[in-house]
């Protein structure tokens, strides 16, 4: 008689690797592969493409290096050639005539086998991959001018060009109907328990409770829908199971994952809560058992214009005008009502001018807006970074230090710094951080699709494992991780100089998936934006009150010591490689820059300084009064 096997314990479960099969069956995980499935995957991913790159298998080679004798293409090559011996490397570039064309024809036997293997993720998504990320306009290239209020580029590319392409990624703006969803939808989430009931250890049938939880927040969104509107609601759900009702569920949905997209501050608990909801959706017993799906692509001003045959609207110059920003800092009342009338003549002249029976002036109107969101977040979230660059380089020189107080230079174990570094490679560091932090957050619509797509693809399954802060849903991220490490590499070629790790951490213990990577990279604005805010507030004192301004002086020594001691100890101690409990979940690695920064943030009331901060306003990193979270 066989007998009956004890089940693991919860020790064992916490301390299972990503390949042990421990949260099988008993726990609804997914079955590992045999030996052999898993050799013949293996084997399947070792074949290269013709003409492709050997690292990434999935870019144009451009470069051969004859000491490796392998081709790659420019990001892999400034990659693995970096540092060390392989720095001295000679690589020579490719025809890239005959390149292009094994490239495509790769590209074409790649596509006839994603076929053969069903796999569906690209066309439910709307992945597009528009070039190479390496190749195309960074944030060095694109600046806003506060007194025009246009967006500018440089290189050579026009704004026409720059705006089509970026047009891919930017979200459309919700209409008020779709406002009105937005709040049903919000109100559901809140409402609803999915990740205390799906992401725990226990026994029975994963895939039950998923469909089981899912069916609730349908169910309850529907009720919502109908005691808001009772003829919509029953005309939608009078007579009709959940599957007669797969394009509104998809569409209620879709709504809120664009919302936020413009709008990262928003939706700080119920976001997560949907998208690992949507993420287990996307399972196939999942969906047998459901028998519709709740994922759609989407929303751009790429798509909709696209779809509506009126592309060639961006192409024309009154665009820069009808999306321009009108900022009042510096400027009479009169030329800002002057801006306004020139920006209200320009939306009625496009809507006028490129209006069709398929397309309304409406929605052009609404595309429109949607690119004037998309020049105001980048002001809001991307342009403190060139702020805190120019008081960088305009208080600090990189050579040497004004004296020992005002010196960036950090020794280890020293005011809980991880590294050492003198002051000319802290300014370096500094320097190099703020600018690709600056990259990060300028083509963050672009990582936003990138991190959607990896979270929701069918075949990207994820693993709960504890992470060392709980369980979490460790994915890999194969679309952010090849967009992250092209604005790297672009990155690292604009400041020459690199000092610290080159290392990206997700899909792993550190960033367990693309939802927690992309959440990192949006506090950059919170964190920054209050010290410029205190940095302005400083250099404004003349005008301000004289009590003030006699404060600082006694306190401080007058307005610009006071401003290039806060410089100093952020420049300091929020890039010291501080924040954790171990050199690698901190130190100098991408997300370890970020993870000191937090730490400095979670010390500002005990700083010296801290007085300046209440007396320009100050009421939280996150913009509330409790405080950062």
């Known amino acids: 008689m066989r007998m009956p096997v004890a089940p693991p314990s919860l020790v064992d479960i916490l301390r299972a690797d990503a390949t042990d099969d421990i949260l099988g069956d008993a726990f609804g995980g997914d079955q590992n592969p045999t030996d052999d499935e898993a050799t013949a995957a293996a084997a ?7 003409g492709a790159c050997v690292e990434c298998k999935d870019q144009q ?18 990659m693995i050639h970096r540092t060390g011996g392989r720095k001295r490397h000679v690589l020579k570039p490719l025809c890239i005539g005959d390149c292009e064309q094994l490239q495509a024809q790769a590209q074409a036997e790649g596509e006839e086998k994603e076929e053969e293997k069903g796999d569906d993720i690209d066309e439910e998504m709307g992945d597009e991959t528009v070039g190479d990320a390496a190749g195309e306009v ?22 026409a060009e720059w705006i089509t392409k970026r047009a891919r990624y930017i979200p459309l703006r919700l209409t008020l109907r779709e406002r009105k969803f937005l709040r049903l939808l919000e109100a559901g989430l809140k409402v609803s328990e999915y990740t205390d009931k799906i992401d725990v250890l226990m026994y029975g049938n994963k895939t039950k409770r998923i469909v089981a939880q899912i069916k609730e927040l349908c169910a309850i969104l529907s009720g919502l829908v109908l005691a ?24 209620i949905f879709e709504i809120g994952r664009r919302h936020k997209i413009m709008n990262p501050e928003k939706m700080r608990n119920e976001y997560g809560k949907m998208m690992f909801l949507l993420q287990d959706s996307q399972s196939d017993d999942v969906k047998t058992m459901l028998n519709f799906s709740l994922v759609s692509p989407i929303k751009t001003v790429y798509s909709v214009l696209e779809s509506l045959g009126v592309l060639y609207i961006l192409d024309d110059e009154m665009v820069a005008v009808a999306t321009k920003e009108i900022v009042s800092q510096g400027k009479a009342r009169a030329q800002i009502q002057l801006e306004i009338k020139q920006k209200e003549r320009a939306i009625e002249y496009l809507c006028k001018a490129y209006a069709t029976n398929d397309c309304p002036a409406e929605v052009i109107r609404q595309c ?20 805190m660059l120019a008081y960088l380089t305009a208080n600090f020189a990189p050579q040497r230090a004004e004296s020992d107080q005002l010196s960036l230079a950090i020794l280890h174990g020293q005011n809980g710094a991880r590294l050492s570094h003198s002051h000319e490679s802290q300014f370096h560091y500094v320097l190099q951080t703020l600018t690709l932090w600056r990259e990060m957050l300028h083509e963050m619509f672009k990582l936003w ?13 994820y693993r709960l494992k504890d992470t060392g802060q709980g369980l979490n849903r460790v994915q890999t991220c194969p679309r952010v991780s090849k967009s992250a490490h092209s604005i790297l590499h672009r990155t690292q070629k604009a400041v020459g100089r690199w000092v610290g790790s080159a290392m990206i951490h997700v899909g792993d213990r550190n960033v367990p998936n693309a ?29 301000s009150s004289k009590g003030v301004a006699a404060f600082v002086e006694q306190t401080f020594g007058g307005a610009e010591q006071a401003r290039k001691l806060i410089l100093a100890d952020f420049f300091r101690s929020a890039f010291d490689g501080s924040g954790a409990d171990n050199f690698f979940d901190a130190g100098s690695c991408i997300d370890g820059r970020l993870t000191s920064a937090w730490n400095w943030c979670s010390t500002v009331e005990k700083k010296p300084f801290f ?17 950062f979270n």
């Open 515 to 543: 939802l927690v990577f992309i959440d990192k990279y949006n506090q950059v604005a919170s964190i920054l934006n209050p010290v410029v805010r205190v940095l302005e507030f400083l250099d404004s004192l003349d005008k």
């Open 44 to 50: 399947e991913d070792d074949v290269v493409p013709e």
């Open 368 to 387: 429109l807006y949607s690119i004037g969101d998309n020049h105001a977040y980048l002001r809001f979230n991307r342009d403190p970074c060139d702020r």
């Open 61 to 78: 080679a451009q470069l051969y290096c004859e000491q490796c004798q392998e081709d790659f293409c420019e990001v892999c090559a400034g």
């Open 611 to 627: 007085s300046m901060f209440l007396l320009s306003g100050f009421v939280g990193f996150n913009g509330g009064p409790e405080g």
């Open 138 to 159: 960074g944030a060095m290239g694109v600046s806003f001018s506060a007194q025009s209020g246009r967006v500018e580029t440089a290189g050579g590319t026009s704004f």
């Open 228 to 251: 808001s509107d009772y003829k919509v609601g029953q005309t939608l759900f009078e007579d009709r199971q959940f599957e007669d009702n797969e394009e509104f569920y998809q569409r």
């Open 449 to 461: 699709h990138d991190a959607d797509s990896d979270l929701l693809s069918p075949k990207n399954m």
